[in-house]
């Protein structure tokens, strides 16, 4: 899979990659995971603000307001995302490592 440097998720997909499931044990997978599910989604959640700010003034609301709002209403989606995309590489990585073990057995 190519990704551009211009594409949003690129910091997620080559972070992820970085620390995937098959580098470390499941419990710093997820020690590590929660808290990079925590600052990428306050982080995109800060780029959704910021780009409701520049082309619709935020409704009216200040930034800190918005994103305060924003916060409270659509966190746990943005974290569950997250957790939905390392899930979907970290498949994928230990597919190819499996086939690579069938193909050597065989």
Do not use: C
């Not at 080559?14 to 997820?30: E, G, M, P, Q």
């Not at 995109?44 to 409270?72: C, K, M, T």
């Not at 597919?95 to 050597?104: C, K, M």
């Amino acid at each position: 899979m190519r990704l551009f440097v211009g594409d949003p998720s690129f910091p997620v997909f080559k972070f992820v990659r970085t620390f995937s499931f098959v580098r470390l044990n499941w419990l710093r997978f997820f020690a590590v995971h929660i808290r990079a599910a925590v600052v990428f989604s306050m982080a995109q959640l800060g780029i959704y603000d910021l780009i409701d700010q520049i082309l619709f003034h935020g409704g009216g609301r200040g930034f800190i307001e918005y994103y305060g709002f924003l916060l409270a209403n659509e966190f746990q989606s943005s974290f569950l995302v997250y957790f939905a995309v390392i899930a979907a590489i970290n498949a994928e990585r230990m597919e190819r490592a499996l086939s690579r073990t069938w193909q050597s057995a065989l």
